[in-house]
Nanobody, 122 residues
Framework: EAQLVESGGGLVQAGGSLRLSCAAS????????IGWFRQDPGKDREGVAC????????LYTDFVKGRFTISRDNAKNTAYLQMNSLKPEDTAVYYC???????????????WGRGTRVTVSS
């Protein structure tokens, strides 16, 4: 069964860094783009970044440009989100998803992980 598993979340001080991982199994990883989304209770799930399946093209939401970097290693069936200069408003549960293409809207994503929590202290 197709599956994504996030890891790497935790508690950090403002200005710190985290590297999230998204490990894939049960589907052809390099057929799919990978997106990172985040969500707090009572808020909509918002797109953070995505990366295409093989050519390395990326999209970022304006709020994280210059601070976050999405990448993938197709040989490892894993995608990453490097998060630097973290701010308290980055606090959320972060989810990865698989999609045909690369987009910052959640509706077409076909597989989702269960999320990893990121908390940034003020």
């Amino acid at each position: 069964e197709a599956q994504l598993v996030e890891s790497g979340g935790g508690l950090v001080q403002a200005g710190g860094s985290l590297r999230l991982s998204c490990a894939a199994s049960g589907f052809v990883f390099d057929d799919y783009g990978i997106g990172w989304f985040r969500q707090d209770p009572g808020k909509d799930r918002e797109g953070v970044a995505c990366i295409t399946n093989s050519d390395g093209r990326t999209l970022y939401t304006d709020f994280v440009k210059g601070r976050f970097t999405i990448s993938r290693d197709n040989a490892k069936n894993t995608a990453y989100l490097q998060m630097n200069s973290l701010k308290p408003e980055d606090t959320a549960v972060y989810y990865c998803g698989a999609v045909l293409g690369c987009e910052l809207y959640p509706s077409r994503y076909e597989v989702w992980g269960r999320g990893t929590r990121v908390t940034v202290s003020s």
